[in-house]
Nanobody, 124 residues
Framework: QVKLVESGGGSVQAGGSLRLSCAAS?????KAWFRQAPGKEREGVAV????????YYAESVKGRFTISQDNAKNTVYLQMDTLKSEDTAMYYC????????????????????WGQGTLVTVSS
């Protein structure tokens, strides 16, 4: 049974930084962060794969967000820098034990395991 527990959300001013954490139990070679802003659909933010050696980002966060993991702790992180008001959303950690075709990295249904979400609020 895979369990994901997120932490690290909060409120920050525009231009600031936050780091989200997602502690995972079980083997999940594909880990991702999604987010859902008020009134909008959930969207993919970043994916970590190839045992943590490869990453994939949404264009909207490329150069500002960094996904990484601590293998010893089986924890994935999302370092968010230069935050903008449009980054305000509930952020969700997701994971999969099965192969995901790169073109499908941001398809939510590819990830059977989800965390409860952590809220990030960026004020301008």
């Amino acid at each position: 049974q895979v369990k994901l527990v997120e932490s690290g959300g909060g409120s920050v001013q525009a231009g600031g930084s936050l780091r989200l954490s997602c502690a995972a139990s079980g083997y999940t070679p594909y880990k991702a962060w999604f987010r859902q802003a008020p009134g909008k659909e959930r969207e993919g933010v970043a994916v970590l794969y190839n045992s943590g050696s490869s990453t994939y980002y949404a264009e909207s966060v490329k150069g500002r967000f960094t996904i990484s993991q601590d293998n010893a702790k089986n924890t994935v992180y999302l370092q968010m820098d230069t935050l903008k008001s449009e980054d305000t959303a509930m952020y969700y950690c997701a994971a999969s034990s099965s192969y995901i075709w790169p073109a499908l990295f941001f398809q939510q249904q590819r990830y059977p395991h989800w965390g409860q979400g952590t809220l990030v609020t960026v004020s301008s």
